[in-house]
């Protein structure tokens, strides 16, 4: 199966950056629809950002549009998402995760049910 390791969590300060990223051994994410989930105490799992198989195609959740980028590495096994301006509410666990390359639909968007792998998360905390 695909595993899926996150990186790049830590502390920050409202205002801040931090870039997280997602990488993979032994499998091209180019033929998988990536994305990133978050979920804080307490609170529903949300979807944050996805990005398609060329990377042509993005989303965002409302909250962070403007603020965030989701992008794939020149190197084939790695996903980013580079977050700015962060406010106390962005602080969550973060996931990487990844649609089957077999799945019959091109885009899953936010939908957390559409991805079949994820990762064990990495924490964001923002807070002075």
């Known amino acids: 199966q695909?595993?899926?390791?996150?990186?790049g969590g830590g502390l920050v300060q409202p205002g801040?950056?931090?870039?997280?990223?997602?990488a993979a051994s032994g499998f091209s994410l180019e033929d998988?629809?990536?994305g990133w989930f978050r979920q804080?105490?307490?609170?529903?799992r949300e979807g944050v950002s996805a990005i398609s198989k060329d990377g042509?195609?993005?989303?965002?959740a409302d909250s962070?549009?403007?603020?965030?980028t989701i992008s794939r590495g020149n190197d084939k096994f790695t996903v980013s998402l580079q977050m700015n301006?962060?406010?106390?509410?962005?602080?969550?666990?973060y996931f990487c995760v990844g649609r089957s390359r077999f799945a019959?639909?091109?885009?899953?968007?936010?939908q957390a049910d559409a991805y079949d792998y994820w990762g064990q998360g990495t924490q964001v905390t923002v807070s002075s």
């Open 64 to 68: 962070v549009k403007g603020r965030f």
């Open 32 to 34: 998988y629809v990536m």
């Open 56 to 60: 042509t195609i993005t989303d965002y």
């Open 104 to 110: 019959r639909n091109n885009w899953a968007g936010l």
């Open 40 to 44: 804080a105490p307490g609170k529903e």
């Open 2 to 7: 695909l595993q899926l390791v996150e990186s």
């Open 16 to 22: 801040g950056s931090l870039s997280l990223s997602c």
């Open 85 to 93: 301006s962060l406010k106390p509410e962005d602080t969550a666990v």
